[in-house]
């Protein structure tokens, strides 16, 4: 799905996407949602890009992206983690796991790490109660997590990485 | 189909598919409304059923139903007033109250808000709930409109204003739960998005959430300084709504006492925006006879709305050579005020401030326009006041309005015909420039002035007139969404005028987003409309070329219309402005 993603500019990409559609205008959310695999996140520029192509207002994009919380105008980490705060991890010590995750990356749920690496981001039960508490890194899920030190090593598997390059907007 | 139903146990029969709130009415009762907003004529029907202030009890039906958006069925059995309708719908104005400013002493809605007068007819007398209270920054980046999101109740009939019915889209919900609010794309102040500032959320917000640009201040300044000279002049429109700030019915025609008021407030000169309106024709004939004869492309589209030059600008930028270059007619008095008249008694252009008095608020933006100016600091219009505006200032300075004896325009800038006066509704201008058309072209005598054709208020009028043998077809657009309906056929080649008139309020500028609110009520609008009529069949002379005064105008300064010294001093140029 993201055969433009690697070259320099990715409009020309969703603007095939776009252009290939029978329907356009009534395709807002699923032009929405590829523009943000494309792009990693939906920029003030990039909606106003969308607006013109469907020729709607740009106030009425913004108002669909700022409604749906699957949607994000900041550009995201590498990397997102997702705490758990369904009810089982939530009487097992989510919150505590959450406040080691802000403290250890420095920065508060929802936001980006300076160097991209991560997203802290919370979600509702993803379905692996007997783990709990739990975390998801891209989908990959971490269990029983209560030590600092063992939240520590797993964040430095991802830290030990080759750097991001990032998408030039 | 015709069903059957009792409303608070009174039997009736109404058409199938009417919600409960129409249906009541039919037998006078009035279940309190906020958000619910019907405009049938400007097609604008806002029944979001938001608010809930509009629940009544329907037996069999579990939970409160909203009266606004739910249709009436066969044997339905409702109830407007018991204990558990009242208390719930008392409960919804305590609960918007609770995340609403309780600055209403200070508010500049105060005694004109839809939802203070709810909380006063409901009998709100303490707010029981305490909770978060939103804050927003409130944007006061536009020279025209003032928008305080604290104010606003999320009932969302700006947005329906200016999506469906004007087609501009400049607002949004933006957010969700409590966090939602109505802004601009990306949260842009309001001045760098597409917004026309035509002032048609201003007209339907219910609260002080939108408001005019206030520069009352800036007037009382400038009276009370002693080395300006302080000229006044007034729109058309304004004279059949300004007494509604009074108590008079609408429709009510208030020249004089206008004028009296205007000259009690201390200007130096009561000068008559209509004039220009004369002038204005006498400009646009030329101008069209101008491309007739020289293959210049057509239909001429008139160009006296400064909300709707400003939609042409940012959403059909590719047509920026149709329309009329002529100024609006406020903006040519301004600049014959500062010229002609200055020169003619010997008054320092510089020392002059000139004010309008407008139904409209486009207007403020259209006058800080920096071409509309012979120099960075001679604009030809210096401030520009509302309807609604002016009446709070003859109330501050405590003028018994309806007492006053009525008074004339000063000369020669307050002569005026009766074509000038029905620039102020929708489908006067066009009919304005027809009259003056007819005899120049045949070089005969227009005997019957009135057409018909072109009054009332659908959306998109059209006829077609012969004059000298040939078949002008004309057209009229009040409200953007009908003109941009009209300027895509014209884009698309199917459709073909000599030209067309457009103006961007419902209505024209009797509805103007600076006149009194209106409060729902279009009946308001019509009865201003037939009012214009009214003062034009009261005129002596009813075509702008027959106005000695604007004769003299061209003899002894202009010269030619369209000529040289009329394009510098009366035309003006577009700008291609991108969409937002």
Redesign the interface.
């Known amino acids: 799905m993201c055969d433009h993603a690697s070259s320099n500019d990715p409009y020309p990409g969703l603007d095939e996407y776009i252009d290939n559609l029978a329907y356009k205008k009534e395709n807002l959310i699923g032009i929405l949602h590829y523009a943000q695999e494309l792009f990693g996140y939906l920029p003030?520029k990039l909606?106003?890009h969308i607006?013109?192509k469907l020729d709607?207002?740009?106030?009425?994009?913004?108002?669909v992206v700022?409604?749906y919380s699957f949607f994000t105008m900041k550009p995201r980490g590498k990397h997102v983690i997702n705490v758990c705060m369904g009810t089982a991890c939530f009487v097992r010590g989510a919150e505590k796991l959450q406040a080691e995750l802000e403290k250890q990356l420095g920065i508060k749920t929802g936001q980006t790490t300076s160097d991209n690496l991560f997203s802290l981001d919370s979600l509702r039960c993803i379905g692996a109660c007997g783990l709990a508490p739990v975390m998801m890194i891209d989908g990959k899920v971490y269990g029983r997590l209560h030590e600092p030190e063992e939240i520590r090593q797993i964040l430095a598997e991802y830290r030990s990485e080759p750097k991001l390059a990032t998408i030039g907007l | 189909m015709d069903i059957q139903l009792t409303i608070n146990d009174i039997p009736l029969t109404v058409p199938e598919g009417m919600s409960i709130l129409d249906a009541a009415r039919t037998i006078n009762i009035d279940i309190p409304t906020l958000c619910y907003l019907n405009l049938h004529e400007m097609n604008m029907n806002n029944h979001i059923a938001s608010c809930r202030v509009c629940v009544v009890e329907v037996e069999g039906r579990r939970n409160l139903a909203p009266a606004c958006s739910t249709p009436v069925f066969t044997g339905m059995i409702v109830k407007t007033d018991t204990l558990r309708a009242i208390r719930a719908r008392r409960t919804m104005v305590e609960l918007l109250l609770s995340d609403h400013p309780k600055s209403c002493l200070t508010c500049a809605k105060n005694l004109d808000c839809d939802l203070q007068a709810l909380a006063a007819d409901l009998g709100v007398r303490n707010i029981s709930y305490e909770g978060e209270e939103s804050e927003y920054a409130i944007d006061k980046s536009s020279l025209a409109l003032i928008r305080d999101p604290n104010k606003c109740i999320r009932c969302r009939r700006c947005e329906t204003m200016c999506n469906e019915v004007q087609t501009v889209g400049v607002f949004s919900a933006v957010g969700r739960g409590f966090e939602t609010v109505v802004k601009t794309a990306f949260d842009l102040p309001q001045h760098e998005t597409s917004c026309t500032f035509c002032g048609q959320c201003v007209a339907v917000c219910p609260t002080g959430a939108l408001m005019e640009l206030d520069q009352v201040d800036k007037v009382w300044k400038a009276l009370h300084d002693p080395t300006r000279f302080v000229v006044v002049q007034t729109a058309p429109a304004v004279r059949v709504a300004l007494g509604e700030g009074f108590g008079l019915e609408p429709g009510t025609i208030v020249t004089g006492k206008m004028v009296a008021a205007l000259r009690r407030l201390g200007f130096d000169r009561v000068f008559d925006t209509d004039f220009a309106a004369d002038v204005t024709i006498m400009e646009e004939a030329a101008e069209l006879v101008h491309r007739l004869k020289h293959g210049g492309r057509l239909p001429i589209l008139t160009s006296c709305c400064p909300a709707w030059v400003k939609f042409f600008e940012h959403q059909f930028p590719d047509l920026l050579d149709i329309p009329s270059t002529c100024k609006s007619p406020h903006q040519m008095l301004g600049v014959l005020t500062k010229s002609y008249y200055a020169q003619t008694y010997g008054i320092d252009p510089k020392q002059i401030t000139v004010v309008s008095i407008m139904p409209c608020i486009a207007k403020k933006y259209e006058a800080a326009r920096p071409e509309l100016g012979q120099d960075p600091v001679t604009p030809d219009v210096d401030v520009v006041i509302t309807t609604r505006e002016l009446a709070r200032m003859i109330r501050e300075a405590g003028i018994h309005f309806t007492k006053l004896k009525d008074e004339e325009f000063d000369h020669p800038l307050g002569e005026s015909t009766g074509a000038a006066v029905i620039f102020g509704t929708t489908g006067g201008v066009l009919e304005a420039a027809l009259r003056t058309a007819y005899e120049l072209l045949t070089g005969e005598n227009l005997e019957k002035v009135e057409f018909e054709a072109l009054r009332g208020m659908d959306g998109i009028k059209e006829a077609v007139i012969s004059i000298s043998g040939r078949d002008f077809r004309v057209a009229v657009t009040h409200g953007l969404g009908h003109a941009r309906y009209i300027l895509e056929k014209i884009q698309t080649g199917e459709a073909h005028y000599d030209a067309i008139e457009i103006m961007a309020c419902p209505g024209g500028c009797i509805g103007g987003g600076g006149q009194p609110y209106h409060h729902g009520n279009i009946e308001i609008l019509k009865a201003r409309a037939n009012a214009i009529y009214q003062e034009d069949r009261s005129k002596p002379l009813r075509k702008s070329h027959e106005n000695p005064a604007v004769l003299a105008l061209y003899k002894d300064f202009i010269g030619e219309p369209y000529g040289e010294k009329a394009r510098a001093l009366l035309h003006t140029s577009y700008t291609k402005r991108k969409k937002i």
Do not use: N, R
Not at chain 1, 56 to 63: D, E, N, Q
């Open positions: 003030d909606q106003w607006a013109q709607i207002p740009s106030a009425k994009v913004y108002g700022s409604f």
